[in-house]
T-cell receptor
Framework: SQQGEEDPQALSIQEGENATMNCSYKTSINNLQWYRQNSGRGLVHLILIRSNEREKHSGRLRVTLDTSKKSSSLLITASRAADTASYFCAPAFSGGYNKLIFGAGTRLAVHP | EAQVTQNPRYLITVTGKKLTVTCSQNMNHEYMSWYRQDPGLGLRQIYYSMNVEVTDKGDVPEGYKVSRKEKRNFPLILESPSPNQTSLYFC??????????????FGPGTRLTVL
């Protein structure tokens, strides 16, 4: 399968802690995006990292990309209850310009 | 406000009764697509469109039709719905092709139940 696979499937932490989610994929990519989905709602774009980048930051989010290991990670620092959501990675595979392929996501629960 | 709208948001219907889910975007995006989301399966692409009158199948197109007569609209048609099409459906749009890094803007979702 070409989709990204998120790990863990579920993560439960306390407010203030950091949350790390991982994404693995199997073939070469052009870029990788991370999206967030609040329960039953549409996905919202968080951050894009291109294949020639190793790390990007956006506010409390830090994304890394290791193309040699075919993996990416999303770190949310100082998490808040409002970060409770599902998080999806979407690798864009080389040559597959017409779609993003989403995995099953990581369900993050942040407890007050 | 830039947005993707879908209607209806919730729909309960019976097997075989044709239905249409509308999708509209106000961002002048070229690319639009439909996904379904099922527990444990993530989002799977049903159809996509790269421009007016240009549509193509995604990963799970069986049982669905689409049309792109206008740039802003991309309706999803179920000619003869079956219970296995019970799912949460999302429309999405982007300026360019999905795989080039352009942000996908998602609609709020349509929860469809086929009895």
């Amino acid at each position: 399968s070409q989709q990204g696979e998120e790990d863990p499937q579920a993560l439960s932490i306390q407010e203030g802690e950091n949350a790390t989610m991982n994404c693995s994929y199997k073939t070469s990519i052009n870029n990788l995006q991370w999206y967030r989905q609040n329960s039953g709602r549409g996905l919202v774009h968080l951050i894009l990292i291109r294949s020639n980048e190793r790390e990007k930051h956006s506010g409390r989010l830090r994304v890394t990309l290791d193309t040699s290991k075919k993996s990416s990670s999303l770190l949310i620092t100082a998490s808040r209850a409002a970060d409770t959501a599902s998080y999806f990675c979407a690798p864009a595979f080389s040559g597959g310009y017409n779609k993003l392929i989403f995995g099953a996501g990581t369900r993050l629960a942040v407890h007050p | 406000e830039a947005q993707v709208t879908q209607n209806p948001r919730y729909l309960i219907t019976v097997t075989g009764k044709k239905l249409t889910v509308t999708c509209s975007q106000n961002m002048n995006h070229e690319y639009m697509s439909w996904y379904r989301q099922d527990p444990g399966l993530g989002l799977r692409q049903i159809y996509y469109s790269m421009n007016v009158e240009v549509t193509d199948k995604g990963d799970v197109p069986e049982g669905y039709k689409v049309s792109r007569k206008e740039k802003r609209n991309f309706p999803l048609i179920l000619e003869s719905p079956s219970p296995n099409q019970t799912s949460l459906y999302f429309c999405a749009s982007s300026k360019g092709l999905a795989g080039t890094g352009d942000t996908q803007y998602f609609g709020p979702g349509t929860r469809l139940t086929v009895l």
